[in-house]
C-alpha cells in the first residue's frame, strides 16, 4: 500500500477504527504541487484527481492520460498514473510512471518537494515489487532532503514489512529520538502492528503516553494509545473528556470502545450525536451499523450502511463496503456475500484482508 504520511494519522485511524475486521490511501499531496491550469475552468489533471479521490480508476486513468496527451502538468499526471497503478496492485506498471515522473520533472521541475513526493512512492513501489536494494537506496538518499523523519519510518517500515526488525527499530528510534509525536509513536506501533510485532509497537505506544496533556487532541491521542493497549477504561475515560472539549475524532473512537465492551447503547448515543454532522455522518451510519451488528439486528445494519455509502465520504466509504460483506455472512446470505466482496476487491484490489475474505468465501 502506498501510504499518506503527509497527512496527520488521524484520517488513517479513522477508517481503521471504523472496520470490522479491516485494517486500511489517502492521495498524497496531488492537488498541491507544478503549475495550474490557465483558465478557471478544471482541466484533466484536476479531474483526474477528483476521479482518484473517489475510487474511480478508470475515470481517473483516462484524465490523467489526457492531461499528457495535452502537455499539461505533465510529471503530476505520471504521478497520477502511477498512483493509480499502485492502488490496483499494479506495482511493475507504477513504478515506470513514477520514474516516467521523475525524469519529466529533471526537464521542467523546480519543485523540490513534489520531486521527494514522487520519489516516496516509488521507493514504496520498489519494496512491493520485491526490487529492496533500489527501495533502501531511495529512503536512505531521501533520509538528505527535506523530510528525514519520514524517510526513516519509511524505510523502517520497509524493513518491518521483511520481518528485519533490527533495522526496523534502529530506524524508528532515528524518528523518535528526533520527533517524539503522538503521530509518530502511533504510526510506528501500526507498522510494527501490520506486521505482526505488536508487542514491539506497544513500546513506542508506551512511551508516548509519558507526554503532558495539554490539549482536547492529546487526550484523544491518549485515549486511542489505551485502546490499542486494551485498556479499555482508561481508552474510554481520556476519549470522553477529549469528546467533551470538542473532539469528533474521539466521538468516533469513543463509540467504538463502548462497543467492544458490549455497551452498545452508550456507542449508539455516542454516533447518534454526529449524524447531523456532515463531515462525520457517514462514521456516525458506520458506527451505527457495528452497534446494530453487535446486537444481531442485521436488517438495521444494512439500511445504516446504505445511508453511510450515500453520503460519499472517500474515508469511509471503504470500511461501509467491507462491512456489509460481513453483514451478509452473518446472515448467512453467502452468494451476497461473495457478490458484494468481487465487488469490492475489483474497486479496493490492495485490500490484504479483504483478499483473504474473498478466499474464505470462494470455499463456502
Not at 199 to 218: F, Q, T, W
Request: charged share 30%; net charge negative; hydrophobic share 40%.
Amino acid at each position: 500500500m502506498i501510504p499518506n504520511t503527509e497527512k496527520t494519522g488521524k484520517n488513517r485511524i479513522r477508517r481503521r477504527i471504523c472496520l470490522v475486521v479491516l485494517g486500511v490511501l489517502a492521495v498524497c499531496m496531488l492537488g498541491g504541487c507544478g503549475k495550474r491550469e490557465e483558465s478557471g475552468l478544471q482541466g484533466a489533471y484536476e479531474k483526474g484527481v477528483a476521479a482518484l479521490e473517489s475510487g474511480d480508476y478508470e475515470t481517473a486513468m483516462m484524465q490523467f492520460k489526457t492531461a499528457i496527451d495535452q502537455d499539461s502538468r505533465k510529471a503530476e499526471a505520471y504521478r497520477g498514473e502511477g498512483i493509480v497503478y499502485a492502488k490496483q496492485g499494479e506495482y511493475a506498471s507504477a513504478v515506470t510512471m513514477f520514474e516516467r515522473s521523475i525524469d519529466t520533472w529533471k526537464r521542467d521541475g523546480e519543485d523540490k518537494a513534489f520531486k521527494e513526493d514522487v520519489q516516496y512512492y516509488l521507493a514504496e513501489a520498489y519494496a512491493e515489487c520485491g526490487r529492496q536494494e533500489e527501495a533502501l537506496a531511495l529512503y536512505t538518499e531521501l533520509a538528505d532532503g527535506l523530510t528525514p523523519d519520514r524517510a526513516y519510518l519509511m524505510r523502517g517500515k520497509a524493513y518491518a514489512s521483511w520481518q528485519d526488525l533490527d533495522n526496523a527499530t534502529a530506524d524508528f528510534d532515528r524518528v523518535i529520538a528526533q520527533t517524539p509525536s503522538y503521530e509518530n509513536c502511533i504510526q510506528i506501533y501500526e507498522i510494527l502492528a501490520d506486521a505482526n510485532r505488536e508487542a514491539d509497537g506497544a513500546a513506542y505506544l508506551s512511551y508516548a503516553l509519558e507526554h503532558k496533556i495539554s490539549n482536547n487532541e492529546d487526550y484523544y491521542n491518549q485515549g486511542l494509545i489505551y485502546y490499542y493497549l486494551g485498556n479499555y477504561e482508561e481508552a474510554r475515560k481520556n476519549l470522553q473528556t477529549a469528546a467533551d472539549m470538542g473532539s469528533l475524532d474521539a466521538v468516533i473512537l469513543l463509540g467504538k470502545v463502548c462497543i467492544d465492551n458490549n455497551d452498545t447503547a452508550a456507542a449508539r448515543e455516542a454516533y447518534q450525536k454526529l449524524v447531523n454532522d456532515e463531515e462525520n455522518r457517514a462514521a456516525a451510519y458506520n458506527g451505527l451499523a457495528l452497534c446494530d451488528m453487535a446486537d444481531g439486528d442485521y436488517d438495521a445494519a444494512l439500511l445504516d450502511i446504505s445511508k453511510g455509502i450515500a453520503e460519499n465520504d472517500p474515508g469511509v466509504t471503504e470500511s461501509l463496503l467491507f462491512n456489509e460483506v460481513v453483514i451478509y455472512e452473518r446472515m448467512l446470505d453467502f452468494d451476497m456475500a461473495k457478490q458484494k466482496m468481487q465487488a469490492f476487491v475489483e474497486k479496493y484490489p490492495e485490500n490484504t484482508a479483504a483478499q483473504r475474505e474473498n478466499l474464505f468465501l470462494a470455499n463456502r
